[in-house]
């Protein structure tokens, strides 16, 4: 039998996108116009370019139309960790990492090794982490503004894994959750992994706009808000103190669940209260010492209501088992003799640094972000469009990441997130003029 008329169409045309018959960044007719060329119903015609944009080769485009995409950029790109040339310039992902971070390690090998406990670090570990150890992260909590006892933190393998076992000890396939219309790419993967529903929910000032967001949960049955209170990726937003404490007024009146992911409020000193110590009995406080400390360390933790704890640790056990012992026997003398305290606040000093470099070489040009951030969120022209803005970067070594892989609303921005933080000053300086002039050029 063969294939109905539309995957004949489906074929075709990815056939000649593929060969570049249709060049990359040419306009496709409209739905109307594909369906009266083609005899479709309407319907059909629109079921051809989303199987189109499943297999990445077009992008649609609210009130713009749908585009052929840039060959040159990856599919996963913003989401994927790509394997970049030694030339390229690294805009898309942050690893901070600070001169004589490497010695840090070694000193504290050393000190490991002299310790007397590494036979305990080569066996199974408690699925949550050792006691003592995850006392120490709950006493590290308490400096960053949120008190809980020892046996309300699990040890994960980072922020990203703790996440995951939020998710999924919390939440059943065909759940809503009510993000950010813009919001972080890996907990859009983690939601699609998990046959999540999303809830785009529009932004005002400092926060997600909560009258939106009430309207919502009039309308939809939503189990959970996804929330970064403290430095939003990608906008840089810290939410006030009275939107916070409505958030949580909001949960309680609907029954919400609140995911907090806290992975950069470190950079961000006197902010509120978390909504972990507004609400503790609605929400799970996820964060890790990747940015903080080392991306390589893969140690985070999570704080979470006490029906929820044994869900999550069975949930570590099926897809972890467990932290690393020497990993978290790393971190936590770090802990201890104050370098996380010490790195934080150094990478706090290089962040504002990076932002005053990109405040300088992006002057007049109208970026959102916080001057704490390790990141930027640049809006482009009326008339430039992302993908010819990444695919002329990456011809020039640098590597940056458009708004696809942040957007949950069919209306992408044309926009890029550059993060600041992986390169050294010169190559992000040398980057950032890049940046500039090819969206000048772009824009002209």
Known sequence: MGLPRYKQLVERLAADIRSGRCASGTRLPTHRALAAKEGLALATATRVYTELAAMGLVSGESGRGTFVRYAALPAGLGVDQPLLGQDMIDLNFNNPNLSGQGHLLRDALRELAMAGELDSLLCYQPHGGRLRERAMVAG???????????????LVNGAQHGLAVAMMAMLQPGDAVAVDALTYPGFKVLADTLHLTLLPVPHVAGGPDLDALAQ???????RAVFTMPTLHNPLGWVMPAAQRQALVALARQYGLLLIEDAAYAFLVEGAPPPLAALAPELTVYVSGFSKSVATGLRVGYVVAPPPWRAAMERVIRATAWNTPGVMCALVCGWLADGTVARLQAQKRQDAAGRQAMAAAVLAGMPYVSHPASYFLWLPLPPAARAEPLVAELRQHGVAVSPAAPFACTAHVPQAVRLALGSPGLPALQQALQLVRQVLGNLSD
């Open 216 to 222: 919502l949960c009039r309308q939809r049955k939503v």
């Open 140 to 154: 590290y909590l308490a400096d960053q503004g949120l008190q809980v006892g020892a046996e309300q933190v699990l």
